[in-house]
């Protein structure tokens, strides 16, 4: 498997726009987990899912973040309007069960808006 | 909620031990794991501990205390490869996986 799969690796966009965030789990994998990493706030889960099924969105910082899980293998995160306090890395996360043991970690997409 | 505490930063001597410790605080728990991220890199898994007791996977090994809420990593054999931040999670009954903030280790020659 090609592990845990995030598209665009690098983004910048302009304050005000919408930024789509990209995730193709490992294939099998039950769980899905969106996390941002900043310097300041380390790594924060945003969403959690469950067989395509939101589970916890606690994280989300504000109404303009959104994710959605159509199906097992794709989800996306996006911000709309997006604003620079936005930057971070994000990561998608894959574990094959519930009682999470172990989770895998697509390369992250690093978001700059200016 | 949950919460971890790790340090922020560690100092060792390449061919040294160092053990980074982490204390956690969340309701449901089901185990305690380790990831490492280098620069620029994504967070990798290392270890998982779900029962007390020390667990050994080559140079690295992790332990857990329940009843402490403690648990560290311990690196033996300290190679400059392993300069890298070093995070702590917690799995619970709601299957989130809770991140520390990172414990920076610094390797010197």
Redesign the interface.
């Known amino acids: 498997d090609a592990g845990v799969i995030q598209s665009p690796r690098h983004e910048v966009t302009e304050m005000g726009q919408e930024v789509t965030l990209r995730c193709k789990p490992i294939s099998g994998h039950n769980?899905l987990?969106w996390?941002r990493q900043t310097m300041m706030r380390?790594?924060e889960?945003l969403i959690?899912f469950?067989n395509n099924v939101p589970?916890?969105d606690s994280g989300m910082p504000e109404d303009r973040f959104s994710a959605k899980m159509p199906n097992a293998s794709f989800s996306t995160l996006k911000i709309q309007p997006s604003e620079p306090r936005d930057s971070a890395v994000y990561?998608c996360?894959s574990?094959p069960q519930?009682?999470?043991?172990?989770?895998?970690?697509?390369?992250?997409t690093r978001l700059t808006v200016v | 909620g949950q919460s971890l505490e790790q340090p922020s930063e560690v100092t060792a001597v390449e061919g040294a031990i160092v053990q980074i410790n982490c204390t956690y605080q969340t309701s449901g728990f089901y185990g305690l794991s380790w990831y490492q991220q280098h620069d620029g890199g994504a967070p990798t898994f290392l270890s998982y501990n779900a029962l007390d007791g020390l667990e050994e996977t080559g140079r690295f090994s992790s332990f857990l205390s329940r009843s402490d809420s403690y648990g560290y990593l311990l690196l033996q054999e300290l190679q400059m490869k392993d300069s890298a931040s070093y995070f702590c999670a917690v799995s619970g009954r709601d299957d989130k996986i809770i991140f520390g903030k990172g414990t920076r280790l610094h390797i010197l020659p």
């Open positions: 769980s987990f996390y380390g790594l889960l959690y469950n589970i916890d990561f996360a574990s519930q009682g999470n043991t172990e989770a895998f970690f697509g390369q992250g």
